[in-house]
């Protein structure tokens, strides 16, 4: 199961923090390059002394005792979170209206062309 989701991950290119059981140590920000049999080589950078070093390494499959990805961030403290009104003019919503198929469209009767009512 490990092997089909890390492979999964190396198709898509995201980044992954691994968890190596053997050394006890966590890779930070990781893309997985390749899987061959039960080596997994994977790239990741790291910030020492004021240089940025990038890495390359193989581990065995059986080495990896966690992958993990970020989902989603979140600003913290005093940071001004964009919000609608941010966008560009020509692709806000005026009042009355809600997007259909990447189109505005407006919901007052107005707009609809009238139905014939049957009396019977």
């Known amino acids: 199961m490990l092997h089909r989701k890390i492979y999964q991950l190396c198709s898509e290119g995201r980044e992954v923090w691994i968890f190596l059981r053997d050394q006890q140590r966590w890779l930070e920000r990781a893309t ?4 061959e049999g039960d080596l997994v080589t994977f790239r990741y ?3 020492e002394d004021d240089e940025v070093c990038s890495w390359e390494e193989m581990v065995r499959l059986e080495s990896i005792g966690s992958v993990m990805q970020r989902l989603a961030v979140v600003p913290r ?3 001004e979170l964009n919000v609608s009104d941010d966008c560009p003019e020509t692709e806000q919503l005026n009042e009355g209206q809600t ?3 990447g ?3 407006p919901l007052d009767e107005d707009h609809y062309p009238q139905q014939e009512q049957n009396s019977d």
């Open 103 to 105: 189109e505005s469209r």
């Open 32 to 35: 997985i390059l390749d899987i």
């Open 77 to 79: 403290g005093d940071v």
């Open 99 to 101: 997007p259909v198929s």
């Open 45 to 47: 950078e790291t910030d």
